[in-house]
């Protein structure tokens, strides 16, 4: 009988997922075209938006799916030739508004905020996100299926107001600002509502409760889109420094000009271009034996950036990348090399989209001589399930000949029992031999089912012990690379649970490399029995990892510890922790306890941050590392230190101070930032470096920049 139950549920729940999807979908929406544009100024007028489509169908998505939204929206969309508008009232007392954000371009997430999701394809692959606070602070970025891409920017407008009823937003997204066919009406939207306290995430619509609402296949479908008109298409971001540093002092002008050949297609030439004043890394102390990733942050190389994405890597998965933007304009000698010009060319035509890079730089290790740096990358939409693609760099940043690469790759996204998401990529990558006896090849697979309760990632890859492109990203070859990631979520609905946790889980981790040859290097697992999520939005975890490593050759954690070359069997605690982000005093901490190769290990890793208003946001991390062996002990940590001061929506100063025992450094960046509307940009910025090898009072500086910055943009 038991076992009739579970068939009679394996059969229904097909089905009930179904009704439960179809249930939030919303019928297609046929936009309406205004004739009369609103003013962006966060009063929402009745006579300014009469012509406008009025959505009120809102569902709360978290933690209660199906639940009324605890506070009332009514949100309106509308375009014209030119824009497209979108105006939100949420009704909301003023006392329960999180919104402790003022600076442009500080994150968001933690606060209370209304926003958007545009996919002008409507293929449900890739999409523009755009953001909104209560105090108009502006989130954007690039939706590339289920991943999400801050870095990128563009030019829009958004206005807010408190109310007596709570408060409202306005937006105006230019056309000229996203790509798109003139010659398809139909575009995919998402509306969202996030509050911070209690935690809920509110949407219009969606297509697959088990995913997140946020993602590009979760939009609705919006009709009668037509007659845009992207001007001349032609857009030139100006800029002009002063930059003062070791070296030289002098002043540089800088050029960004963009060209829409058509409504989908941009050409983009950026000439004398000058990346100084652009935000440093927060870097945290590292304590593997290989390469940190950095994601990008230059504006030049994030236009389109997803166009470029290659066989499910990301910013979280990278070790293989066939092509990694910060290689360009970085040298292993010269560090920072100079960017004579660049172009680059990103579109779609129907199914196919493509991007063409080219860079003409200083030549790493001969900074007299320049180098040409290209890559391609075409991607083929088969069907709606189905895609391939192609991609070649060639070029290095110290010249060096055959430095090409060539890749092909193929993507699956499609479901199965009614709503559950499945994803794969296999790829095969190969750059050029210096001689024939080079193992250059790389190749790999993955599975993913990216779903809300069960969720499983599967992954294989091979990295020949040759195989570094020269434009891509490697910090481990010579491997066989296996990966098995599950977790099982539960969100309680109902009883005693339900009034403290919005959910909990469980999590099993195994990862595995080999060498070429399949004999093995490290395996580790980990467990976390119990990972969870309050109703107050705490978190937490407990964990368990084991691991055996396999050195080939002596390793230098510190200056005191060595770890000879031999197996290795060892294991680790862990306990995390993470304070509800709306209070003025908030953080997180983990300690860690166990063994490290022969070594006994103990961690200490923490935040902590005082927000007491909108206008001051400070923080303070430190990561303590202790290892002792047969007496001897290993110190090392990092300390940083953030201010981010907001004298009004227009005016900021930031400062960032990192210390790392590890690299023995202390770094500086601080800047002023003045910006009165999205195409204006006016910063001071210092950026210092000291090696303290030999301490503080011996230290020497290693960098020293002050720059002083302009940038205009100029669209027709």
């Given at each position: ?125 890739d999409a523009y996100l755009f953001h909104v606070t209560p105090s108009g602070v ?153 390469s940190e990733f950095f994601s990008e942050k230059r504006d030049f190389f994030l236009q389109d950036t997803q166009v470029f ?408």
């Amino acid at each position: 009988m038991k076992y009739a139950n579970y068939i009679c549920l394996a059969v229904a729940l097909p089905s009930l997922a179904a009704n439960a999807e179809q249930m939030y979908q919303r019928a297609p929406v046929a936009i309406t075209k205004i004739t009369q544009a609103p003013t962006i100024d966060g009063h929402i007028e009745e006579h300014e938006w009469q012509e406008a489509n009025l959505i009120e169908q809102f569902v709360e998505f978290r933690p209660n799916l199906g639940d009324k939204p605890l506070y009332p929206i009514k949100a309106r969309i509308a375009y014209d030739d030119a824009f497209f508008y979108v105006a939100a009232e949420i009704f909301q007392p003023q006392n329960t508004i999180i919104d402790r954000v003022l600076t442009q371009g500080q994150t968001i997430w933690n606060e209370d905020y209304f926003g958007i999701s545009l996919d002008t394809n409507f293929d449900k692959r890739d999409a523009y996100l755009f953001h909104v606070t209560p105090s108009g602070v502006r989130e954007d970025g690039l939706i590339d299926g289920t991943g999400y891409i801050g870095e990128w920017s563009t030019i829009w407008y958004a206005k807010t107001q408190r109310t007596d009823n709570g408060w409202s937003v306005e937006m105006a997204i230019p056309v000229q600002s996203i790509s798109f066919d003139p010659n398809k009406q139909d575009w995919g939207l998402q509306l969202r509502h996030k509050l911070s306290q209690p935690n809920k995430q509110i949407y219009w619509n969606l297509n697959d409760p088990e995913n997140d609402g946020w993602t590009a296949p979760q939009v609705g479908k919006i009709t009668n889109i037509n007659g845009l008109n992207q001007g001349k298409g032609i857009e030139l971001k100006g800029g002009l420094s002063y930059k003062e540093n070791q070296e030289a002092s002098k002043w540089t002008p800088s050029a960004d000009a963009f060209y829409k050949f058509t409504p989908s297609i941009t050409g983009v030439l950026t000439l004398n271009t000058d990346f100084s004043g652009t935000d440093v890394d927060e870097v945290n102390i590292n304590m593997t034996r290989f390469s940190e990733f950095f994601s990008e942050k230059r504006d030049f190389f994030l236009q389109d950036t997803q166009v470029f994405s290659f066989g499910g890597f990301s910013n979280n998965d990278y070790n293989g990348m066939p092509f990694y933007s910060r290689r360009i304009g970085q040298g292993q000698h010269s560090g920072v090399l100079d960017i004579n010009w660049g172009s680059k060319l990103t579109g779609k035509v129907q199914s196919t989209s493509f991007g063409l890079l080219s860079v003409n730089q200083q030549q790493d290790g001969a900074k007299d001589d320049n180098t040409q740096l290209t890559v391609a990358r075409v991607k083929q939409q088969i069907n709606d399930n189905h895609q391939i693609g192609v991609i070649v760099t060639d070029g290095s940043s110290d010249d060096e000949k055959n430095s090409g690469l060539y890749g092909v790759d193929y993507r699956f996204a499609s479901e199965f029992l009614a709503d559950q998401q499945i994803q794969a990529h296999a790829w095969y990558q190969e750059t050029q031999k210096k001689n024939a006896m080079e193992d250059t090849k790389a190749y790999g697979a993955q599975l993913y089912l990216p779903n809300d309760t069960i969720n499983i990632k599967a992954k294989y890859r091979y990295l020949g012990d040759d195989f570094n492109p020269d434009l891509g990203f490697v910090n481990r070859n010579g491997i066989n690379y296996y990966e098995l990631e599950t977790r099982f979520r539960e969100r309680p609905k109902t009883g005693l649970l339900s009034d403290y946790l919005t959910l909990y889980q469980f999590v099993y981790l195994y990862y595995q490399r080999n060498d070429t040859d399949n004999n093995w290097l490290s395996k580790e697992y980990v467990i976390r029995p119990f990972h969870w999520l309050t109703t107050s939005n705490a978190s937490g975890y407990v964990q368990y990892e084991s691991r055996k490593e396999r050195l080939k050759s002596q390793y230098a954690m510190g200056r005191n510890i060595k770890f000879d070359a031999q197996d290795y069997d060892f294991d680790q605690w862990s306990i995390f922790y993470e304070t509800p982000s709306d209070q003025m005093i908030s953080g997180y901490i983990k300690l860690t306890s166990g063994q490290f190769f022969d070594s006994d290990r103990k961690q200490i890793l923490g935040e902590l941050f005082f927000k007491p208003n909108k206008h001051i946001m400070l923080s303070l991390s430190r990561r303590n590392h202790y290892y002792k062996r047969d007496g001897i002990k290993d110190n090392m940590y990092s300390t940083r230190f953030k201010a981010d001061i907001a004298f009004n929506e227009d005016w900021s100063w930031s400062t960032l101070v990192q210390h790392n025992t590890r690299a023995d450094t202390l770094s500086i960046f601080s800047r002023l930032r003045y910006q009165s509307a999205p195409d204006e940009l006016y910063q001071i910025s210092i950026n210092k470096g000291y090696d303290l090898f030999e301490g503080w009072h011996e230290r020497s500086t290693y960098f020293d920049e002050k720059t002083f910055k302009i940038n205009y943009t100029k669209r027709w």
